[in-house]
């Protein structure tokens, strides 16, 4: 329930921004570790940038390949990054602070990005998401008429 009503006051404070003309930031949810496919999954760590046309995200996920990241963008939500890393630990490490068996991460995005229009890209264990912003309709004159 409380979560329910957390997204409500976001989206009407995103709302209430948006009518001012201000700058809207996005609303990241951090997900605790997860059990995904009986995985352990971490949160990778993340920056996210925003210019006139685009979000971009870029996730550090060691081990991800094209092939073991998955994307996922649904309207309530939001866009989900799963990465199913192969890396199997031979031993218990002495210090461990990468879970090295996967990452999960959701994030509630503005509704002014076009996801259908998103791009990513991964490399060297670097996940880079570019999503563009939707055009801004341009203001429409209405004729006025004596009546």
Request: charged share 25%; proline share 10%; glycine share 6%.
């Amino acid at each position: 329930m409380n979560n329910l009503i957390e997204r409500m006051r976001n989206a009407l404070r995103r709302a209430a921004d948006r009518m001012r003309g201000q700058h809207v930031p996005i609303q990241v949810t951090h997900a605790p570790v997860e059990q995904l496919e009986s995985r352990r999954l971490g949160p990778p760590p993340v920056d996210i940038y925003e210019d006139d046309h685009e979000v971009m995200i870029v996730a550090d996920t060691p081990g991800a390949f094209p092939d073991n990241t998955k994307l996922y963008w649904d309207d309530r939500e939001g866009l989900s990054i799963y990465v199913q890393s192969d890396v199997e630990p031979s031993d218990e490490p002495l210090l461990g602070e990468s879970l090295g068996e996967g990452w999960y991460r959701s994030f509630c995005l503005p509704d002014y990005v076009d996801p259908c229009e998103a791009r990513a890209a991964v490399g060297g264990g670097v996940l880079t998401i570019q999503i563009p912003k939707r055009a801004r309709p341009a203001p429409i004159s209405v004729p006025v008429t004596a009546s």
